[in-house]
Structures are given as structure tokens and as C-alpha cells.
């Protein structure tokens, strides 16, 4: 009996230092990583089982460091759900989202796209600068969902992403793939400056 699994790409967006690759270290490995280089940008995969649909993520974390907008606007493109992080304890990684988001509206020329806004760092609650208002305000302006989480305490890691599984299928019944055995890679390389070889 061959097995279905659908496909997700997702793809995991917010300023340096925000907790993006923790936070995706967290969900596919169940490690918190208190030091990881912010210049890797990395793909991980992780099957899961949501509401009885066997799925396969995709997760890109980025980094932010592409030399040419053109590969950014090829993920934000191939994106099919995005994690919108910023850190609860500095304002700025908050209002740095609206450029990327601006940047996905352009890309896929729509602004209805599957996302959740994500404050991170949630364990640092006595040092919070973003009120939960103002996230709350900002994802209904932009129709996403909306959570805070801890890459650190593992806090609403797995809902986050649970949350963006079932916003991509209820947008669009992603396509059903077979799984072959040693078929259908891609494979992208970098060097050290993120221009592809
Ligand atoms: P990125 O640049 O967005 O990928 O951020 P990192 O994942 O490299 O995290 C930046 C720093 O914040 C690291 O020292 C992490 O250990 C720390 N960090 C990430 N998430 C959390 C969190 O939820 N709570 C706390 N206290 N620290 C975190």
C-alpha cells in the first residue's frame, strides 16, 4: 500500500536574535539551542500527524543574509505558510516585521496568505516591551493568527506550527504526493555568502 503525505513549506521570517532558529530547533528536535550561528540559514524536515492527515514540513529558517533579494522572493514565493517572529523584549523586532511582511505581500500579490504572528522569548515576561494589544491589533490587521511562545520553555512551539498546518489546509488542499523511495529531491547549495553554487 503506497502512503500519501502532503507537503508543507513553511517558511520561518523575524530580525536577527529573535529566536527563529530555536524556535525551529525546539519543534523538529526537541532541544532548546542556547548558541546557534546566525548566519546559517537551514532546512529541516519533520513529519507529524495533524487531524488524521500524515504531513511533511518543510521548514525553512532563515537568516536573512541573502546577497540577492531574488532568493528571498523565490521562498517567500514557494512559502506556503509563515512564522512572523519577533522577541517580546525589543520593540524593534516587532515593527521590523511589517517590511517582510510587505516584502510576502508583494511576492505573492495577495495579502491573504496562511501566517502567524509569533512573540517569542515569552519567558522573559518581567522584561516585555510588546504588549499582547498590540500583537493582537497588528495580526487582525494583517488576518493571521497570533501567539506567544518560548523556544526556551518549549511554550506554544508545537501549537504555533499546528496552528499554520490548519490554516494551509484550510486555504488550499495542498497537493498529495506519493512518497518515493529516493525520488523527487531538490537540493539547493550555499556557500559561506548564501550565493548558490
Ligand atoms: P535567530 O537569529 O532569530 O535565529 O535567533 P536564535 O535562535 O539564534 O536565538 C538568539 C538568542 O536568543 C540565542 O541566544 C537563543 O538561545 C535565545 N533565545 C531564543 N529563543 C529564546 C526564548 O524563547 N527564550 C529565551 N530566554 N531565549 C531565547
Given at each position: 500500500k503506497k502512503k500519501m503525505v502532503q507537503e508543507y513549506k513553511i517558511v520561518v521570517l523575524g530580525?536577527?536574535?529573535?529566536g527563529k532558529s530555536a524556535l525551529t530547533v525546539q519543534f523538529v528536535q526537541g532541544v532548546f539551542v542556547?548558541?546557534?550561528?546566525?548566519t546559517i540559514e537551514d532546512s529541516y524536515r519533520k513529519n507529524i500527524e495533524v487531524d488524521g492527515i500524515q504531513c511533511l514540513l518543510e521548514i525553512l529558517d532563515t537568516?536573512?543574509?541573502?546577497?540577492?533579494?531574488a532568493m528571498r522572493d523565490l521562498y517567500m514565493k514557494d512559502g506556503q505558510g509563515f512564522v512572523l517572529v519577533y522577541s517580546i523584549v525589543a520593540k524593534s523586532t516587532f515593527t521590523d516585521l511589517n517590511d517582510i511582511r510587505d516584502q510576502i505581500v508583494r511576492v505573492k500579490d495577495t495579502d491573504d496568505f496562511p501566517s502567524i504572528l509569533v512573540g517569542n522569548k515569552c519567558d522573559f515576561e518581567e522584561q516585555r516591551v510588546v504588549s499582547k494589544q498590540d500583537a493582537q491589533d497588528l495580526s487582525s490587521k494583517w488576518k493571521s493568527s497570533n501567539m506567544e511562545a518560548s523556544a526556551k520553555t518549549s511554550t506554544n512551539i508545537q501549537e504555533l506550527f499546528l496552528d499554520l498546518i490548519r490554516q494551509i489546509n484550510k486555504k488550499e488542499q495542498p497537493n498529495k504526493k506519493e512518497v518515493k523511495k529516493g525520488g523527487g529531491c531538490n537540493l539547493l547549495v550555499y556557500n559561506n555568502n548564501n550565493t548558490i553554487l
Open positions: 530580525s536577527g536574535g529573535v542556547e548558541k546557534y550561528d546566525p537568516a536573512g543574509t541573502e546577497q540577492f533579494t
